[in-house]
Every structure is written in structure tokens, then in C-alpha cells.
């Protein structure tokens, strides 16, 4: 099983990036998939899941209104960001989980890619 992240880079503050993440060695459709990030210094946060049907979008509260997380009907997901700021600077991280669920926490996540860099300049 992989997961694989790009998109990543440098923007300006109120700029736009979009992440795609594919995997492959799995049904991804029937997964769980979300969007982690995680700053120098910082622990590993919750940003954005998406369940099996995309019936259920939980976001976290910083980036409510300006990302959007979205998948096709096979194995890719997205995370559409919008209105970047600083403070959302960080290594972003896609994970899957099994259980379809839409879950926000880490540990109900057993795949992970390695991790795409965004940096965001004023």
C-alpha cells in the first residue's frame, strides 16, 4: 500500500494550492481518507477527512471556509486550499484508513505518505 503527495510549494500569503494524493496497492474507494499536517516544532494535526462516500467532510476549525478536501471515484484525493496564510505553513500528510469512517484523529490511521512540503511568504 502507498500514498503519495504532491502539489506542494511556495506561495504567497492569499494564495491557492491544490494537493493531490494517489495511492495504490488498495481499494482506496471503500477507504477513509484525510489530509494531516504538521509544522517544525509542532505535533501532527487534524486538517481535513473525507469518508468512503464523501458524505462526510469534517474539516478543522483554522481551515474552515478556505480548503476543501475531494476525491474521485477511485484512489486519488484532494485538498483544494485557498486564502493561505502563514500559519499554514507546514509538511502535509495524507493517510487512509479502512474504516471509511471520516475519522480525525491520528491513530485511527494506518496509511501514510511521506509527506509534501508547503510554504507560504508574506
Known amino acids: 500500500v502507498q500514498l503519495v503527495e504532491s502539489g506542494g510549494g511556495l506561495v504567497q500569503a492569499g494564495g491557492s494550492l491544490r494537493l493531490p494524493c494517489v495511492g495504490s496497492?488498495?481499494?482506496?474507494?471503500?477507504?477513509?481518507m484525510a489530509w494531516f499536517r504538521q509544522a517544525p516544532g509542532k505535533e501532527r494535526e487534524f486538517v481535513a477527512a473525507?469518508?468512503?462516500?464523501?458524505?462526510?467532510t469534517p474539516y478543522a476549525d483554522p481551515v474552515k471556509g478556505r480548503f476543501t478536501i475531494s476525491r474521485d471515484n477511485a484512489n486519488t484525493v484532494y485538498l483544494q486550499m485557498n486564502s493561505l496564510k502563514a500559519e499554514d505553513a507546514a509538511v502535509y500528510y495524507c493517510?487512509?484508513?479502512?474504516?471509511?469512517?471520516?475519522?480525525?484523529?491520528?491513530?485511527?490511521?494506518?496509511?501514510w505518505g511521506q509527506g509534501t512540503q508547503v510554504t507560504v511568504y508574506s
Open positions: 496497492g488498495a481499494t482506496f474507494s471503500i477507504y477513509s
Open positions: 493517510a487512509a484508513d479502512p474504516a471509511g469512517a471520516a475519522a480525525t484523529a491520528t491513530r485511527f490511521y494506518g496509511y
Open positions: 473525507i469518508s468512503w462516500s464523501g458524505g462526510s
